[in-house]
């Protein structure tokens, strides 16, 4: 394959021309569909900027939804953290209670 950049050969298994830099190959991020040009999918169809964007608003909401459930594991790791301290307490009340002859 000849870069279209800068005409350097580079192995049609390169993404990238060896000399420039420039992307040779462009994946399609909805079917996977190597081709030697952005833009839209010659497989699918698919429009490769705006695939990327409605995926990078899913991984925020995914982001978020991970942020929830790390923020409810932590007031559960507390209750559990706060358990042997208020069982301990009621214990303690219990030996008192005891030694008071009650
Ligand atoms: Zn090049
Ligand atoms: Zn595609």
């Known amino acids: 394959m000849r870069c279209p950049q800068c005409g350097r050969e580079t192995p049609d298994t390169a993404s990238f ?3 420039c830099h420039a992307t040779l190959r462009f994946v ?3 079917c996977r569909h190597p081709q030697d040009h952005g833009g839209t999918c010659d497989a699918c169809g698919a429009d490769f900027e705006k ?3 409605v995926l990078g608003t899913r991984m925020v909401e995914q982001a978020e939804a991970e942020r929830r459930r790390a ?3 932590a007031s ?3 209750q559990v953290l706060l358990l042997p301290l208020t069982g301990g307490l009621s214990l303690l009340k219990y030996f008192h209670d005891r030694m008071q002859g009650k």
């Open 76 to 78: 559960l790791l507390r």
């Open 51 to 53: 695939y990327l964007e």
């Open 17 to 19: 021309c060896i000399r």
């Open 71 to 73: 923020r409810a594991r």
């Open 28 to 30: 399609c991020p909805a």
